[in-house]
């Protein structure tokens, strides 16, 4: 264990802020649900399967921050500025010109989207709706998300959690009032929702714009510098970031196939797994919030040229998200049977989505070691390429494999089939250890001068 005070100072200080900015985020998401699942069970559904691009797209930008995040901390480390703008640029266009796309092929065919997850015609009709109204918010949000994340691996991470907060806040106030139609709003029901999402989103933007180039005294960013990448920093990022982006974006487009699979299995399956993914991701979040705290402080020592250290904080880390994992398990397992209550589904629903909570309790210490590991410490050392191996392998030969022969082949029961949906938390905590025996994980990715 490190023994050094300003070691847990420094990691809660990037990592508490950062988890809660991802728990209030999250919180937004689940005040949609809780609302919409008052309008029914197929309007849960419809809106739950729409959310899954929203969830791909989250995946990406995860996954372009992610790959990121170990060169801009590594030379973050060295303090050399420049080169964290220059990185800054290369993830910034990436996610500017693809989410740009994506919102202009689901504002022209939002049913055909919806096609993918679902061929119940009241949900393609609902979720067609929400989609096109919520494609607006993508860009607002990805724009927003990505700044946030490259500032926290410069350790600026307040600014994350006040604009959650005001995220949550505006989304509560638009959700009640365009949902439901009140102070003098029309009731738009699930497209509401969506409008709701999407001002919030807007509102989130433009406080972060306002920090970034007004306030923020640490990088003294410009507007210009976001579209003026050097070919070479672009080549680095192909290089070490690259496998993070594409491990990200194939693993949530394993998820994104993994819903489309669980929509065709009928109301009941989608609107219970909605809500046991919706409390997960409230617990999961947290926890890919603290990995990310990991990930910088990790990232700065091997910048730092210190990997005595950083060696040191690994077992150190390894042992605090042990402990996390335990806290975890015991508050998803005893709120199991009370979260369910708060949607207005039927009650065949509401007992089968307690039961998948429940499941999900026990798996997620695994998760929590492993996540600490894969998204903290790896990808901190510059490790990411191993990391897109072991995403990849699971997701693709485990994961999808199982979950179609126990859906659509063996016709299990549905607690049989959503462990298949998260059997791979089983198990990854294991390969996670066995990589960071030795000092293979650890890789210096900056360049000088």
């Given at each position: 264990?490190?023994?050094?005070?300003?070691?847990?100072?420094?990691?809660?200080?990037?990592?508490?802020?950062?988890?809660?900015?991802?728990?209030?985020?999250?919180?937004?998401?689940?005040?949609?649900?809780?609302?919409?699942?008052?309008?029914?069970?197929?309007?849960?559904?419809?809106?739950?399967?729409?959310?899954?691009?929203?969830?791909?797209?989250?995946?990406?930008?995860?996954?372009?921050?992610?790959?990121?995040?170990?060169?801009?901390?590594?030379?973050?480390?060295?303090?050399?500025?420049?080169?964290?703008?220059?990185?800054?640029?290369?993830?910034?266009?990436?996610?500017?010109?693809?989410?740009?796309?994506?919102?202009?092929?689901?504002?022209?065919?939002?049913?055909?989207?919806?096609?993918?997850?679902?061929?119940?015609?009241?949900?393609?009709?609902?979720?067609?709706?929400?989609?096109?109204?919520?494609?607006?918010?993508?860009?607002?949000?990805?724009?927003?998300?990505?700044?946030?994340?490259?500032?926290?691996?410069?350790?600026?991470?307040?600014?994350?959690?006040?604009?959650?907060?005001?995220?949550?806040?505006?989304?509560?106030?638009?959700?009640?009032?365009?949902?439901?139609?009140?102070?003098?709003?029309?009731?738009?029901?699930?497209?509401?929702?969506?409008?709701?999402?999407?001002?919030?989103?807007?509102?989130?933007?433009?406080?972060?714009?306002?920090?970034?180039?007004?306030?923020?005294?640490?990088?003294?960013?410009?507007?210009?510098?976001?579209?003026?990448?050097?070919?070479?920093?672009?080549?680095?990022?192909?290089?070490?970031?690259?496998?993070?982006?594409?491990?990200?974006?194939?693993?949530?487009?394993?998820?994104?196939?993994?819903?489309?699979?669980?929509?065709?299995?009928?109301?009941?399956?989608?609107?219970?797994?909605?809500?046991?993914?919706?409390?997960?991701?409230?617990?999961?979040?947290?926890?890919?919030?603290?990995?990310?705290?990991?990930?910088?402080?990790?990232?700065?020592?091997?910048?730092?040229?210190?990997?005595?250290?950083?060696?040191?904080?690994?077992?150190?880390?390894?042992?605090?998200?042990?402990?996390?994992?335990?806290?975890?398990?015991?508050?998803?397992?005893?709120?199991?049977?009370?979260?369910?209550?708060?949607?207005?589904?039927?009650?065949?629903?509401?007992?089968?989505?307690?039961?998948?909570?429940?499941?999900?309790?026990?798996m997620s210490i695994g998760t929590c070691y492993h996540a600490a590991c894969f998204t903290?410490?790896?990808?901190?050392?510059?490790?990411?390429?191993?990391?897109?191996?072991?995403?990849?392998?699971?997701?693709?030969?485990?994961?999808?494999?199982?979950?179609?022969?126990?859906?659509?082949?063996?016709?299990?029961?549905?607690?049989?089939?959503?462990?298949?949906?998260?059997?791979?938390?089983?198990?990854?905590?294991?390969?996670?250890?066995?990589?960071?025996?030795?000092?293979?994980?650890?890789?210096?990715?900056?360049?000088?001068g």
């Amino acid at each position: 264990m490190v023994k050094d005070k300003l070691f847990y100072r420094t990691l809660l200080a990037i990592a508490i802020p950062t988890a809660l900015q991802g728990l209030v985020s999250l919180s937004v998401n689940m005040l949609d649900n809780i609302m919409v699942g008052s309008l029914g069970d197929v309007s849960l559904a419809s809106v739950s399967l729409a959310n899954q691009i929203t969830v791909m797209l989250s995946y990406f930008v995860k996954g372009v921050s992610g790959g990121a995040a170990a060169l801009v901390a590594q030379y973050w480390g060295k303090k050399d500025i420049p080169h964290v703008k220059q990185v800054f640029s290369v993830a910034f266009q990436i996610c500017f010109y693809i989410t740009a796309l994506l919102c202009a092929v689901l504002w022209l065919f939002p049913r055909h989207a919806m096609q993918i997850f679902s061929s119940d015609p009241a949900v393609l009709e609902i979720g067609a709706q929400y989609v096109r109204i919520l494609c607006f918010s993508y860009l607002f949000s990805c724009v927003s998300e990505l700044l946030i994340m490259m500032l926290r691996c410069v350790e600026v991470v307040r600014i994350g959690l006040v604009v959650s907060g005001v995220s949550l806040f505006s989304n509560l106030f638009f959700n009640y009032a365009l949902i439901f139609g009140h102070f003098g709003f029309p009731r738009l029901e699930t497209r509401g929702a969506a409008l709701a999402t999407t001002l919030s989103r807007f509102i989130e933007l433009l406080i972060v714009l306002f920090y970034v180039f007004r306030v923020d005294r640490r990088l003294r960013l410009r507007v210009r510098e976001l579209w003026c990448a050097d070919r070479k920093m672009v080549r680095d990022y192909l290089h070490y970031g690259l496998p993070v982006m594409l491990g990200d974006v194939q693993w949530g487009f394993v998820g994104f196939l993994k819903n489309a699979m669980i929509g065709h299995m009928g109301v009941l399956m989608t609107a219970s797994n909605s809500i046991a993914e919706t409390v997960f991701s409230l617990f999961y979040v947290f926890i890919t919030g603290l990995s990310s705290g990991a990930c910088v402080l990790v990232g700065k020592l091997v910048g730092e040229g210190e990997h005595g250290k950083v060696r040191e904080a690994s077992g150190t880390i390894q042992i605090l998200f042990i402990g996390t994992g335990l806290v975890v398990c015991a508050a998803m397992f005893f709120s199991s049977p009370f979260i369910p209550l708060l949607y207005g589904i039927s009650a065949e629903a509401r007992a089968l989505s307690s039961q998948f909570i429940a499941m999900n309790a026990f798996m997620s210490i695994g998760t929590c070691y492993h996540a600490a590991c894969f998204t903290g410490i790896n990808r901190g050392a510059g490790d990411g390429l191993f990391v897109m191996k072991v995403d990849m392998i699971c997701g693709w030969l485990v994961v999808l494999p199982l979950v179609f022969l126990s859906g659509f082949v063996l016709h299990a029961p549905l607690p049989a089939v959503y462990v298949c949906t998260r059997i791979d938390q089983c198990f990854k905590w294991l390969i996670a250890f066995i990589r960071l025996r030795g000092n293979r994980w650890i890789h210096d990715v900056t360049r000088a001068g």
